[in-house]
Nanobody, 121 residues
Framework: VQLQASGGGLVQAGGSLRLSCAAS????????MSWFRQAPGKERDIVAG????????YYADSVKGRFTISRDNAKNTVYLQMNSLKPEDTAVYYC???????????????WGQGTQVTVSS
């Protein structure tokens, strides 16, 4: 599975962005999908995750109520809608595919290349 993340950019605080992660191959629906982010000098942390069917989601406390993860298995794509963005959301965002939604980056099998999100104050 190859993952291609897109949709990052520069936005003012309070603004919105929608990230997309397109997957190649016919096995997309067999993977849980998550978004992680990594700011300079910090660890890569999970932002949100979604189960294979989309029926279960997970959000980090820092983004609950502001971010929404979704997936379209027919389009092999997972999305991250980010609203009410804050400067502390600035990071490189990565999509990842794995067997389950877990918070440990090492448990994911495939990673996208990352997309930069910058939120100005």
């Amino acid at each position: 599975v190859q993952l291609q993340a897109s949709g990052g950019g520069l936005v003012q605080a309070g603004g919105s962005l929608r990230l997309s992660c397109a997957a190649s191959g016919r096995t997309f629906s067999t993977y849980a999908m998550s978004w992680f982010r990594q700011a300079p000098g910090k660890e890569r942390d999970i932002v949100a995750g979604i189960s294979r069917s989309g029926g279960t989601t997970y959000y980090a406390d820092s983004v609950k109520g502001r971010f929404t993860i979704s997936r379209d298995n027919a389009k092999n794509t997972v999305y991250l809608q980010m609203n009410s963005l804050k400067p502390e959301d600035t990071a490189v965002y990565y999509c990842a595919a794995g067997p389950l939604i877990v918070t440990v980056p090492g448990s994911y099998t495939y990673w996208g290349q990352g997309t930069q999100v910058t939120v100005s104050s």
